[in-house]
């Protein structure tokens, strides 16, 4: 192989590692900007509080880094009662933020399903 054909060969390779880098850029991009356009929507949908402690919005910040919850760990996680998230869950169930995965009655796992389908987008 002559030293001009391997040359091409090379730029080719290279050229297609670098259309592929450039393309799953895009889509990270446009990702990012979709779950950008999602927090900025359900962040609008949170009541407000005067209370120092809004454990609504706590667990919203935290089912964005952990979308499929239960209500124990969770409450663990946050260090709050598992009254205190039983109930902050139940209000994002309630504006549509998170979704009831189970039917049971006991151990119910919820996920922030809008979130999870951005993510799952093309895979």
């Keep these: 192989m ?8 090379l730029i080719r390779l290279i050229s297609f590692f670098l259309e592929a880098v450039s393309a799953a850029a895009k889509d990270s991009l446009v990702t990012i900007e979709k779950l950008s356009e999602l927090h900025d929507r359900n962040v609008g949908k949170l009541p407000s509080t005067a209370r120092k402690n809004d ?5 919203f910040d935290y089912v964005e880094q952990y979308p499929i919850i239960d209500i124990k760990r ?7 009662s598992y009254n205190t998230a039983s109930a902050a869950v139940n209000k994002l169930v309630q504006i549509g933020v998170l979704k009831e995965r189970t039917n049971a009655s006991r151990n119910r796992v919820f996920s922030y399903e809008e979130y999870l389908n951005i993510l799952r987008k093309d895979t």
């Design 74 to 80: 969770t409450a663990e996680a946050l260090g709050i």
């Design 55 to 59: 454990n609504v919005r706590r667990l």
């Design 2 to 9: 002559s030293k001009l054909r391997l040359v091409k060969n």
